[in-house]
């Protein structure tokens, strides 16, 4: 085994980390998310429905993001993972900004791509580096407020965005210095996306690369075969869990990308206000629901309860099922934001732990590897086919703008129950898995 790190970091530091690795997550949510609030400006300019703008705000950033997601894994099992942490920000920093540059769907299209492929370096590198850094006993806690950046940049992307959307929209074209004329949506994607490159240089000039644990010290990252010859010998733990969170992330992203219209169609609120209203759901019942399963799932492990992430996403996945389906029943705005609030929060549960899960399951030299894997399966299922599945239910079954709700509804009643019970199912290969890497 490899040696104690005699110049191991500070307690401090190891949260410093944190919070930059946290800022990351939030940039990267805030330029995923924010085509939650461009819904009618992008249909409108390019006359497209809810069906095809679903795919540029889903299948077009997932797609490539999980195809890229096990090349760049590989570099994070054998190299700096700070580097391509750096590395990706700015990719993707600069990527949303040009999707302010698009014409029409087509060029959308690419952009989002490009999103897509920078923010695949973060999630395999980012838990990968984090299990480095913490010990198991507060590992739950450190990655809970890790992707609490997800609901502190969705958040932000949608009241910052929904002020800047309400502003643009007054403004039939603006002329800027170099880009020229742009319609005034566009602008949004220039302001939300350029910040991200002083994260970017935060990163490179202020982390360090953590020692690898609980490796041979001539070891070496194995090939991809080996990786999912790994998994495949022991389906029955990693399948039931990732297929299980995959299936369930399909409400969680579909709550996220139309929750915003769910006030608009339902409620009448304007741009400005839905993304206000949205967001500071996101900022409170999403982070409090991210922050008290960390804190739940440490407390139960530290009593002897090794599958302790997975029963607290269960209760989660069984408190969110009415909470969306309610979403469909509904008829008064304060019913729509209490249910609403309630369904974010038990949908932010599985932010941390769901990938941690993996991290305790998994040999270190494989982690970012079946990380990639894990999130290959999430966003191409979850973000990829789960807003798509509610804008088609909408577009082809209710047949009504209005009916988002009663979309999410049906959707939630199907897809939250499937997959939990596929997690539930393997729950006890998990906990097996789990116990061994713990015993070497």
Known sequence: MTPANLNSPSTAYQWYVIFVLLLAQMFSFLDRMI???????????FAISDTQYSLLAGLAFSLFYAIMGLPLARIADSRNRRNLISIGIAVWSVMTAV???AKGFVSLFFARIGVGIGEATLGPAGYSMITDYFPRSSLARALSIYTLGVTFGSGLAYILGGAVVGYAQTLETLSLPIIGTTEGWQLTFFIVGLPGVLVAALMYFTVRE???????SHSAIPPISIVIEYVWQRRG???SHILGISIFVMVVYALNLWGPTYFIRTFGYSTAEAGFTFGIIMLLAGSTGLLLAGFIADAWTQKGTSDAYVRVILISIVGITPCAIALGFVNTPLTGIIAMSLAVFFSAFQGGIAGGTLQLMTPNRMRAQVMAVYLLAANLIGLGLGPTVVAATTDFVFGYDAAIGKSIALCAAVLCPMGGLLLWSGMNKIKHEIDSKAST
């Open 237 to 239: 733990a990693y399948l």
């Open 210 to 216: 953590p020692a690898r644990k609980n490796i041979e």
């Open 35 to 45: 085509m939650g609030l461009l819904v009618g400006p992008i249909r409108e300019s």
């Open 99 to 101: 999707c302010g540059l």
